[in-house]
């Protein structure tokens, strides 16, 4: 060893005559090592070795994977791992919601201003009841990322595509139907099924909140401009679903009460673009003409009066929803004149004994072209096997008619199921959709939900004037919903007409091609994204442990055990004994190697002016800087310190014992040998990596 520092025995004060400061050993440390090293360079010189250039540096001193792994592989993978983060919270949804653009897909005459609606169906927000098994935390990490899916999404939508209008198809909720209600006369108040009495009327509360910091706050706080066309924006959230109610005689009274005072009523009219929307509380009617356990009758006049109160509201609305239409209509042409909202009356004082001589107003023109669009939850009844169409994502249509190109009458697999259970039925029955078909009048079109996928059917078996009424099933938008990709259906609706209410568009051209469009749009698959993060992650350990294993092994000497470094890196473990210290063949081993060092140190040469201090000119006997000097053959320990009042040998220094000044122990990765060496370089790298994607990860979910 040239070092004459590097394994010195451990040294006390008293054994120590007055030696260089401590800057000075040092300095004469660095001096003499450097002295040793340039005979070396200027040796490689001569054979034609220099520094001038990358090519002709001396291939020992070469090591590619010193800097290199440094700046290709650890930090390519932060830089991987922000881009990557950055795609698939960010950047992928914006991509998503601004291919579906108005002015993309829609195509109206010049100068035209259309109303654009979109339709939500099945948020269902995650609750207790979704996922009644799943433990913690994944289901608290499920309810986290299926609100903040929503959150986002809904957020790039009223951002980018701004629409006028916002309807949802029900299921709000995914468990609203099991929530207890407040104590009241009714024996109802309490769900059947005895695992969700603990969630009562607070819990409900706290998921209706949930839902506004969803929806309600976004759009409150993206509210933009109305239109000129327009009076305002609208949002219509009423429609209940069978996760919201219940379905038919499974529906508690107190459960509807609660989501029609905080929702609005699941039956109404409202006048949007010049269609009228006619919203239908379906999953309450379907109670008429349902089997009834408790008294095994069905019809309209099956059950007892709970039954009636069910689906008579609903019925009520039915047979007067076309005098509502008539007034809705007649109050829109109004406002769009300009007028008042309500025909003044005429002020006449008339005789109790008189009758009116003018009857009552017909509500609106017979003529009016304003055609109706009926929502409802649950979809209409048609033929088992009706095929849904391309769009639908799990079942898609079958090869054969892929391949023929044509249109098939049948396809089990591709088709909406019809089917019935507890609490849930897939389609209405045939009855209850021709009592609706034939008391709302002049239905062009169907949007329906509870499926979760997507599919269109055209009922030919139904009146209309365009030969058959069109049905579009709305694919969920929640990722929970069992589909790889959710989205919500756009409707662009272009219906001009005059004073009376009589399509001005195009004379005689009433097809439903011109007044409403129709684009499914699709949001990114949130599974898809998790995986690209997983592959990613795996990539990363292998990246990183590949990189330390060619550092390791071709990495130099750090990793190999040599210790012939510049200065001491560790601190080696000396005998409790100070006796065994400064023993013979210690103080024989030191002085020699000290003298080495004064004959050998640059500080003696003539050629700078500096000379090293003899012992005959230091004016103190111990050195200020403890352990730091050379030792002196012949010294003895002082009394107090071979017989302190603790014996060394018991793990004790006596109280007169001075600071120790020795350099860390040498860290465990070293003494492990290069697997020690390879895990330690891994899991440092992986430290850095991960803390820097984590906390951008963070902070992008912050942000959103």
């Known amino acids: 060893m040239n070092n004459p520092y590097h394994r010195a025995p451990k040294l006390f004060r008293d054994d120590i005559r007055e030696g260089p400061d401590a800057f000075n050993s040092v300095l004469e440390t660095v001096r003499f090592n450097i002295g040793r090293y340039i005979p070396y360079l200027q040796a490689r010189s001569k054979r034609g070795h220099t520094w001038s250039g990358s090519s002709s540096r001396p291939s020992s001193l070469q090591s ?21 983060l950055k795609w698939g919270e960010v950047t992928t949804f914006d991509w998503k919601v601004q291919d579906c653009a108005w002015d993309h897909w829609e195509s109206w005459p010049a100068g035209a201003t259309p109303h654009h609606v979109i339709l939500i169906a099945d948020p269902q927000i995650v609750d207790p ?7 913690w935390p994944l289901s608290t990490l499920t309810i986290r990322y299926t609100d903040l899916y929503l959150r986002k999404s809904f957020q790039l939508l009223d951002q980018y595509l701004s629409p006028d209008t916002v309807i949802f198809l029900g299921d709000l909720f995914d468990g609203g139907r099991e929530w207890s209600t407040a104590p009241s006369s009714s024996h109802e108040t309490k769900s059947t099924d005895k695992r969700w009495n603990k969630y009562g009327e607070r819990f409900w509360f706290r998921e209706y909140g949930r839902f506004g910091r ?22 219509l959230a009423g429609l209940p679903g069978n996760h919201d109610l219940g379905f038919g005689l499974g529906i508690r009274l107190p459960v509807r009460q609660r989501f029609n005072a905080y929702f609005g009523d699941g039956n109404r009219v409202d006048v949007i673009g010049n269609h009228t929307f006619v919203s239908l509380d379906t999953v309450s009617l379907s109670a008429n003409g349902q089997l009834n356990p408790a008294t095994g009758g069905q019809g309209a006049g ?9 689906w008579s509201p609903t019925e009520t609305f039915l ?19 300009g007028k008042s909202e309500h025909e003044p009356q005429d002020h006449t004082v008339i005789d109790l004994s008189d009758r009116p001589s003018q009857g009552v107003k017909s509500p609106a023109d017979p003529g009016a072209s304003i055609p109706s669009v009926l929502l409802t939850h649950v979809p209409l009844y048609h033929a088992p096997g009706t095929p849904c169409g391309p769009l639908r994502e799990r079942f898609p249509p079958s090869r054969a008619a892929q391949e023929g190109g044509e249109t098939i009458s049948k396809d089990e697999r591709n088709a909406l199921p019809v089917a019935a259970g507890v609490q849930y039925q897939t389609v209405l029955t045939s009855a209850i959709s021709n009592e609706i078909i034939e008391k709302v009048g002049d239905v062009e079109d169907v949007f329906s939900g509870d499926d979760h996928d997507y599919c269109e059917v055209i009922h030919r078996g139904y009146t209309s004037r365009n030969g058959g009424v069109r049905e579009i099933t709305v694919k969920a938008m929640s990722w929970a919903a069992g589909i790889r990709k959710p989205g919500f259906l756009m409707l662009s609706l272009w219906n001009p007409v005059d004073a009376q209410g009589k399509s001005t568009s195009v004379p005689g051209d009433t097809t439903r091609s011109r007044t409403i469009k129709t684009h499914l749009c699709l949001l990114p698959d949130q599974l898809s994204i998790f995986m690209r993060y997983g592959f990613l992650f795996a990539f990363t350990l292998v990246a990183l442990l590949g990189q330390a294993l060619v550092k390791v092994y071709r990495g130099g000497a750090i990793y190999d055990g040599n210790d012939n470094h510049i200065l001491p890196v560790s601190k ?16 024989s081993w030191a002085v020699p190697h000290a003298r080495a060092l004064r004959s ?9 002016g500096l000379a090293a201090r003899s012992p005959a000119a230091r004016t103190r006997s111990t050195s200020p800087f403890d352990e730091y000097g050379l030792p002196v053959e012949g010294k003895k320990l002082p009394f107090s310190e071979e017989h302190g009042a603790r014996s060394r040998d018991e793990g004790g220094y006596g109280k007169r014992e001075w600071k120790e000044v020795m350099l860390d122990d040498e ?31 963070v902070w992008l979910l912050w942000k959103t």
């Not at 099956?302 to 069910?310: C, L, S």
């Not at 991960?690 to 951008?696: E, K, Q, T």
């Open 64 to 84: 590619p994977w010193r800097l290199r792994s440094l700046v290709n592989v650890r930090l390519g993978l932060i830089v991987l791992w922000i881009i990557t």
């Open 129 to 135: 009841h979704t996922y009644p098994g799943r433990p």
């Open 214 to 235: 969803i929806f309600f706050d976004p759009w409150l706080r993206g509210r933009q401009a109305p239109r000129e066309a327009h009076r305002g924006r609208k949002m």
């Open 302 to 310: 099956a059950g007892d009066e709970r039954v009636q109160k069910i």
């Open 319 to 337: 047979s007067e929803v076309k005098s509502v239409k008539a007034r809705m209509v007649k109050r829109e042409l109004r406002l769009q004149a």
């Open 572 to 587: 080696q473990k000396w005998p409790s004994n100070r006796q065994e210290t400064m023993s013979a063949s210690a103080r």
């Open 600 to 608: 050998h140190s640059p500080l003696r040469s003539s050629t700078n």
């Open 667 to 697: 860290p465990r990765w070293r003494r492990g040998g290069k697997v020690s060496a390879v895990m330690h370089e891994w899991g440092g790298n992986l430290k850095l990596v991960g803390l820097v994607a984590l906390s951008w990860y």
